[in-house]
């Protein structure tokens, strides 16, 4: 049914087409173990009208979820590179490696697709910038009608050497260990202030040990971030 549907709009691939078709219809007949996400199969952006559909929808394991969405930008370009590129930005921890061929063209996608928008559009400015929520423009920006003094001139122009990169902070100052003063400064900070008994008693439960069925590993809740997926990525890998 969706095979008939996605031909609907203008195809830019037909090679990737027939393998999208093969690949969700795998994903449809087999039902996989490891850990998915669901994914719709009729792009929203392009189908809204299937959003709500059950059978619009398939569970994905994180890898192949990555990869349909490649294939769906293969298939369409425009908006698809948009929504291929979010998924390497996606801060899941799920896949420890993403392939450097397709993050570079997910990239330059995107990025010729937002030049050509802006030379149609206009410069996003202020409001008209979608990344930016609150934009302190005009009356709302802390330099509104003032100017930077000449001393203040000075110091950020000293701040950039002569190759035109800006000097580190730290540059010239010790680091490292805090001094006594410091940490004094640090302690009368926070000496005095109440703490709720929800949080003391968070503090005195012992964090449950935790085991990485992978690598044998234990340790505390950070072993979900760092291994188990993580872990079972590596080999998989080791096996191709």
Partial sequence: MFKEILKQKEIKSELYLKRYIKFINYYINNNTNESYEKHHILPRKLFPKYIKSEWNIVKLPYRAHYLAHYML?????GSMWYAFNSMNNKNYN???YINSTLYSKGKNETSTLLSELRKKEGKWIGDKNPSVKNPKIGNK?????????????????????????????NKGKETGKLSKDHKEKISKSTKGKPKSEEWKQKMRKPQKIIKCPHCSKTGGNIMKRWHFDNCKFKQDLSKV
């Fill in 94 to 96: 799920k896949i420890s």
């Fill in 141 to 169: 920006n802390g330099m509104f009608n003032k100017k930077h003094s000449k001393e203040t001139k000075e110091k950020m122009s000293n701040n950039w050497n002569k190759s035109g990169i800006r000097e580190a902070w």
């Fill in 73 to 77: 930008a293969k298939i369409f370009g």
